[in-house]
């Protein structure tokens, strides 16, 4: 979001606010869509929420999300109060969703701090013409005026009270309303039903005050005239008046006679209406109910919303908390020192800040299925738009992912998606003619995997075709083995290089040959991998692997000369010190060592980080053997220091923006408060593992 | 300081609400997303004046509004509507509201309501 607008809270909740309500209106409409069928539940839910999103839009002064609001509001009133059978369910959806997209995109706009100039008069003209044509179809009986008006009322006459009619005084009022305070007839009604409690013989114009449009014009132009008469003392009518909200003007009069009263009083037409007065039946009801009394608490539970800036700072205080936390139990000061109690109380330290760290870590997770829930929309623009049929299937869409990388995730999986329906998933008759079922099924699932979170994205369509991706590689001159030593695996991940693709045409979704790498890419930021597998004719999978947690990790310790490094412990296979001969040189003259049958690479890192140290013996140094992503290599270095669990900050930007330091994954403050370069193992794996 | 009791069902209006009214001199002692809220806060807080939203889902404002009168006779509240409620909003007159104001509003418009109301 545009730091311009943080000083903002209520720009800001109304970002929120209206995201939130586009998101739940997109699943209620979905879903209707699906059961072909809108129920009264969600008509009311979605006439809700369209009544809420023109109120704060208005009031933030968006007046086209607000027009566009109260035309699809007027429409679900429409479909609320007349239930109309015949309605073209599949028009009504699409409409509503133009309309949710408008007002996404206005909304990108605004929290970008653009200009918020969309226009959405085209829309509002089809919505408006959609309810016409609902309405002639139904044959409503008779123009649904909003809100119904109540019975027209002619005169109003007071019922005679008891006490002497002479000392009466007589009084013409009018009141003038100040301009935009809305809904003036009510204002008069409201003056009118204060009025009838110590006034006989009220009249005033116009008399139809509840109905709409025309007596609001009128009470405009020509303020709102009270004649009547009472016990009060002028002073007390003019204090009456004087009271009355969004008053502009009034002329209070005191009359001699009651001529003007004539007009008004015509025999046949009288009316003695009692029930406008009385308090409604609400209230007697209530009191049985007895609200006033201790009500339940909602059994929801209860959720607060926060702002992701304060939790990222309190991942950053925690992070900066472990370290000194360190300092002070690894201070080599007291390296030395047999402390018992002082051990005690730092073991029961680390143990604390260790529950705090997993509940801050906690509090960031957010589980995927928010993410999940928007592929159904573009499932079903995209089977709409190419004309196949598929499902979509989600498996495990409550597990949790830190908040960070949901963001990171939506776009590559929305391409995923897209890539499965276009490319991988057939035309319906061609699947007919493979045997296989006429729709498509997608399935979307995550699970957790160690400290990894897999997101696999699966199709049951033609799958990946070979010969095609190498031809094509071969074409942009992307092939750097030879295509003879390639496993299936390493020629599906050609497709991950940029400038790939296979499609002879591009579409509206893909084929422009920029997509899966910058799926790669995404996934590499927040530290994720991609791998794909396909069978012809069976299917595409694709695997999303991302850690759990970026920041905190376990980390061992390790000394090259006066230099020191940390080496994630999950890349850790095992570590030991080589005997004499065991290491030796491969035709290239690379150095390497068997394990239990196996081959590995070494890498000596004081001559990669040309670091000097004494040790420089396989025999008299320690071989770490790594593996990340399938590949294994074994580290020389001069010794283990010991294992600790580490914040990993990231290089500052005058390093990375100068060089790209391969290796490295960030770095980090040890005990003593020396600097420690993390080890990136897959970023040594690619050069030189097997 | 006149004490304003907020009833709406969106955070967002409440927001407006309070900030407006904060910022002219009003004390803003409870929130409430629901008439059943709404009354409890109101017995818990006694507020001057109470800022009531006429559709809620639950309990609606005019419901709400006839508990909380029949509670306190002398409770102002000020019932806040949409256009086009012109219904309602006599219904609440009729069930004791003491006036209203009509989304949207400008800061002043609420600001001098709810002063005039308070004095009264």
Redesign the interface.
């Known amino acids: 979001m545009s730091n311009q607008y943080s000083n903002e809270?209520?720009l800001e909740?109304?970002i929120f606010?209206?995201s939130q309500l586009l998101e739940q209106l997109e699943q209620a409409i979905i879903a209707s869509e699906k059961s072909s069928s809108y129920s009264q539940e969600a008509i009311n839910e979605i006439f809700?929420f369209m009544?809420?999103i023109?109120?704060?839009s208005?009031?933030m002064?968006f007046n086209e999300i607000?027009a566009l609001a109260h035309a699809i509001e007027d429409l679900f009133y429409f479909l609320r109060e007349q239930k109309p059978k015949t309605v073209d369910y599949e028009i009504l959806s699409d409409l509503v969703l133009e309309g949710v997209d408008f007002i996404k995109v206005e909304i990108e706009k605004i929290k970008n701090g653009d200009e918020v100039n969309g226009e959405a008069a085209l829309l509002i003209d089809k919505i408006k013409e959609f309810l016409s044509l609902l309405k002639t179809e139904n044959a409503c009986v008779a123009e649904l005026k909003?809100?119904?008006?109540?019975k027209n009322q002619q005169y109003y006459i007071a019922v005679e009270k008891k006490s002497g009619q002479l000392s009466k005084s007589i009084y013409k009022a009018t009141v003038f309303f100040k301009e935009?305070?809305?809904?003036e007839?009510?204002?008069a009604?409201?003056i009118i039903?204060n009025l009838v409690e110590f006034t006989q013989e009220l009249f005033y114009i116009p008399e139809n005050i509840?109905e709409?449009d025309e007596s609001i014009i009128w009470i405009r132009e020509n303020g709102f005239q009270i004649l009547f008469k009472t016990d009060k003392s002028y002073e007390e009518m003019h204090e009456f008046f004087m009271?009355t909200?969004?008053l502009k003007e009034l002329i209070l009069e005191q009359l001699e006679n009651d001529d003007e009263f004539e007009k008004f009083r015509v025999p046949k037409k009288i009316i003695i209406e009692n029930s406008?007065v009385k308090?409604?039946k609400?209230?007697a009801q209530?009191?049985k109910d007895n609200?006033?009394k201790?009500?339940t608490t909602t059994s929801n539970q209860s959720m607060i919303s926060v702002n992701v800036e304060k939790l990222d700072k309190l991942m950053d205080l925690v992070g900066e908390m472990v370290i000194a936390e360190a300092m002070v139990t690894q201070n080599p000061e007291i390296e030395h020192l047999e402390l018992e109690n002082f051990q005690k109380a730092a073991r029961q330290l680390h143990k604390i800040t260790g529950e705090l760290q997993d509940m801050v870590m906690a509090i960031r997770m957010v589980p995927l299925s928010t993410t999940f829930l928007k592929m159904h929309r573009i499932m079903r623009d995209m089977c709409k738009k190419l004309g196949k049929e598929v499902q979509l299937e989600v498996i495990g869409e409550e597990t949790e992912v830190d908040k960070n990388i949901i963001e990171h995730i939506s776009d590559p999986l929305m391409h995923l998606i897209r890539n499965s329906i276009d490319h991988g998933i057939e035309e319906n008759e061609e699947r007919l003619e493979k045997g296989k079922e006429k729709a498509g099924t997608v399935t979307l699932e995550a699970k957790n995997a160690g400290s990894d979170v897999l997101v696999i994205i699966k199709d049951d369509g033609k799958g990946l075709n070979k010969e095609k991706i190498l031809q094509k590689a071969k074409e942009n001159g992307l092939l750097e083995k030879n295509e003879n030593e390639m496993t299936d695996k390493e020629i599906y991940a050609l497709i991950l290089l940029p400038g790939f693709s296979t499609k002879e045409s591009i579409t509206e979704f893909s084929g422009r040959g920029v997509g899966m790498d910058v799926v790669a890419k995404n996934l590499a930021v927040v530290g994720g991998t991609v791998s794909v597998e396909s069978i012809a004719d069976r299917g595409t999978t694709i695997t999303l692997k991302i850690p759990l947690t970026l920041a905190i990790i376990d980390g061992m310790n390790i000394k090259v000369g006066h230099s020191r490094y940390t080496i994630p412990i999950i890349t850790i296979k095992e570590s030991f010190r080589p005997k004499e001969g065991e290491c030796f040189k491969d035709p290239d003259g690379n150095e390497m060592i068997m394990v239990r049958g196996n081959c590995y690479p070494i890498l000596r890192l004081h001559e990669h980080y040309r670091v000097h140290t004494d040790i420089q013996r396989f025999e008299e140094g320690i071989l770490i053997m790594v593996e990340q992503d399938e590949k294994a290599l074994c580290l020389f270095a001069d010794e283990l220091l010991g294992q600790q669990q580490v914040v990993v900050k990231a290089l500052p930007n005058y390093i990375k923006n100068t060089k790209k330091i391969r290796g490295v994954a960030g770095c980090t403050l040890l005990g003593d408060g020396s600097i420690s370069l993390i080890l990136d193992v897959g970023g040594f794996s690619n050069s030189y593992a097997m | 300081m006149p004490k304003i009791l907020i009833v709406d069902?969106?955070?967002?209006?409440r927001?407006?609400i309070k900030?407006m009214l904060e910022n002219n001199g009003f004390e803003i002692v409870g929130e409430a997303d629901n008439g059943?809220t709404a009354?409890?806060k109101y017995?818990e807080t006694q507020p001057d004046v109470v800022t009531m939203d006429i559709?809620m889902?639950e309990?609606s404002g005019?419901?709400a509004l006839?508990?909380i009168?029949?509670?306190d006779p002398k409770a102002k509240v000020v019932i806040v509507?949409?256009?086009?409620?012109?219904?309602?909003?006599?219904?609440a007159?009729?069930?004791?509201a003491?006036?209203?104001?009509?989304?949207?509003?400008?800061e002043e418009?609420i600001v001098k309501?709810i002063k005039?109301?308070a004095e009264?």
Do not use: W
């Open positions: 809270p209520m909740m109304y606010e209206t809700r009544h809420t023109k109120g704060s208005a009031m002064l607000s909003r809100p119904e008006p109540t935009g305070c809305e809904m007839n009510i204002r009604y409201t039903h509840s709409n009271k909200i969004f406008e308090m409604p609400v209230s209530l009191s609200v006033v201790e009500t | 069902d969106t955070a967002f209006m927001l407006s900030t059943k009354i409890k017995l559709t889902p309990m005019i419901e006839s508990a009168r029949q509670y509507s949409a256009m086009g409620q012109e219904d309602l909003v006599k219904k007159i009729i069930s004791g003491i006036s209203f104001i009509v989304k949207p509003f400008k418009d309501t005039q109301i009264m």
